[in-house]
């Protein structure tokens, strides 16, 4: 059994933890690092009872993060970036509060340095049922678009630590104000290839169509993908304030214009 390390930043959580937790310790996994950030609820200490649970208490690291956050612009970039610090195995997978990890992931621990894969990522299913997820699921499991591409990237990353501390810009990182998962796969596609796999890991809260302009933005300034990229993500997601802040971001165009 490959050993690894689950980096899980939280910040009140404690609706969401007695569920995606449990997970995290159904995995095995050898050590469990947990960043509180400034939580003012009981997450601390519902944390430490599932760990004492499952007998993980001695292999969980309980960190909690105050206001300094070392520069960093994006509070999550820097708990993953200290969870990577900290951890005490290379491979590393970083998942939220709000997943309930699907148990099947450990078997895709040795997809590491295969083929040269250096970062997989899961797929997951949210719950409630959102369509756009259902098809972009389906585009993935048809590899219709092409499984594995820059494109594809689910929220639970499984990576070597060592890898995105060579090819990651530390300095990008600590500017990010979104994307940091796209920030961490582009800098390993430069050298490396990523893999997206369907899971069967469940979001508890999934986010609609709130977020369609900012993702649109990221599309271009994180991303750097291609207008046809974001027309044919629009067009298949029914996304359409995607392409609107795609088109903004791309030519300066402010959003009151």
């Not at 993702?215 to 991303?223: D, E, M, Q």
Request: net charge positive.
């Amino acid at each position: 059994m490959i050993k690894f390390s689950v980096v899980l930043p939280v910040h009140d959580e404690e609706q969401f933890l007695p569920l995606s937790l449990p997970s995290v310790y159904r995995l095995f996994p050898s050590e469990v690092v947990l960043l509180f950030d400034r939580c003012t609820d009981n997450s601390i200490t519902i944390a430490k009872t599932i760990a004492k649970r499952y007998g993980m208490l001695n292999h969980t690291q309980f960190i909690e993060i105050g206001d300094d956050i070392e520069g960093f612009t994006m509070r999550f970039a820097y708990m993953r970036w200290l969870g990577c610090v900290i951890a005490h195995n290379n491979t590393i997978l970083i998942t939220a509060s709000d997943l309930v990890l699907d148990k099947q992931i450990v078997n895709h621990l040795g997809t590491l340095g295969n083929n040269d894969v250096e970062l997989v990522s899961f797929l997951h299913k949210d719950y409630p049922v959102d369509f756009r997820n259902l098809l972009k699921r389906l585009l993935v499991k048809t590899k219709i678009g092409g499984l594995g591409q820059q494109r594809w990237l689910g929220p639970v990353l499984l990576f070597d630590r060592n890898t995105s501390f060579e090819l990651e810009d530390f300095d990008g990182l600590k500017r990010l104000e979104s994307a940091e998962d796209t920030h961490l796969q582009q800098a390993i596609n430069t050298h490396h290839k990523s893999l997206c796999i369907v899971s069967n890991t469940i979001h508890l809260r999934p986010r609609f169509g709130s977020r369609d302009y900012l993702c649109g933005r990221l599309y271009w300034s994180v991303a750097h993908r291609s207008f046809l990229m974001a027309f044919l993500n629009m067009l298949f997601m029914f996304r359409i304030n995607l392409i609107k802040g795609y088109i903004h971001e791309r030519y300066g165009i402010k959003k009151n214009e």
